[in-house]
T-cell receptor, first 111, second 115 residues
Framework: QKEVEQNSGPLSVPEGAIASLNCTYS??????FFWYRQYSGKSPELIMS??SNGDKEDGRFTAQLNKASQYVSLLIRDSQPSDSATYLC???????????WGAGTKLIIKP | GAVVSQHPSRVICKSGTSVKIECRSL??????MFWYRQFPKQSLMLMAT?????????EQGVEKDKFLINHASLTLSTLTVTSAHPEDSSFYIC???????????FGQGTRLTVV
């Protein structure tokens, strides 16, 4: 069974610190990886996508992919209270773009 | 980014009635649409995938006669929850992808409450 796993949290991080979110996946042939942010009562919003091994940076966000170890992570630098949300990891394990979703990690940034 | 409009954002209906949810791509052609359901404190569960002009493909455990999906045009897909029951109360979200996109874009979601 294809799975994506995340620690449900909550992960509590002081304002200004680095928040580190992790995700592991089961299928080695997975092709693309996504991090979404979801505020309570809202639909997910794409934060980062990553397709190849290594780091990808976009502003305060850095996605890291390690296909050999089958994990993908998201780092948030200079964390702000507005970053408090649930972060969902999603993996495309096939060519039809059907995403497998993790359960999400709740992140709390404390002022 | 691409714009996806989902309507209504909230709906309350009586048990036994049907509810239609619309999902529109406003500035691109939606070749593939995904319908998700999300219960409180849980992740998204894919219900079905639809391509324009063809029948939707439902995930295991999702009743196709209860959750009717119509993807009649390249900009519109609808999900109809028929004979709704309180256990159908959930957050329903559509996601849309065009041919030129490497990612899908989400609608705003519909909070359905069946009383």
């Amino acid at each position: 069974q294809k799975e994506v796993e995340q620690n449900s949290g909550p992960l509590s991080v002081p304002e200004g610190a680095i928040a580190s979110l992790n995700c592991t996946y089961s299928d080695r042939v997975s092709q693309s990886f996504f991090w979404y942010r979801q505020y309570s009562g809202k639909s997910p919003e794409l934060i980062m996508s990553i397709y190849s091994n290594g780091d990808k940076e976009d502003g305060r966000f850095t996605a890291q992919l390690n296909k050999a170890s089958q994990y993908v992570s998201l780092l948030i630098r200079d964390s702000q209270p507005s970053d408090s949300a649930t972060y969902l990891c999603a993996v495309n394990m096939g060519g039809n773009y059907q995403l497998i979703w993790g359960a999400g990690t709740k992140l709390i940034i404390k002022p | 980014g691409a714009v996806v409009s989902q309507h209504p954002s909230r709906v309350i209906c009586k048990s036994g009635t049907s509810v239609k949810i619309e999902c529109r791509s406003l500035d691109f052609q939606a070749t593939t649409m995904f319908w998700y359901r999300q219960f409180p404190k849980q992740s998204l569960m894919l219900m079905a995938t639809s391509n324009e002009g063809s029948k939707a493909t439902y995930e295991q455990g999702v009743e196709k006669d209860k959750f009717l999906i119509n993807h009649a045009s390249l900009t519109l897909s609808t999900l109809t929850v028929t004979s709704a029951h309180p256990e159908d109360s959930s957050f329903y979200i559509c996601s849309v992808k065009g041919d030129s996109h490497t990612e899908a874009f989400f609608g705003q979601g519909t909070r359905l409450t069946v009383v």
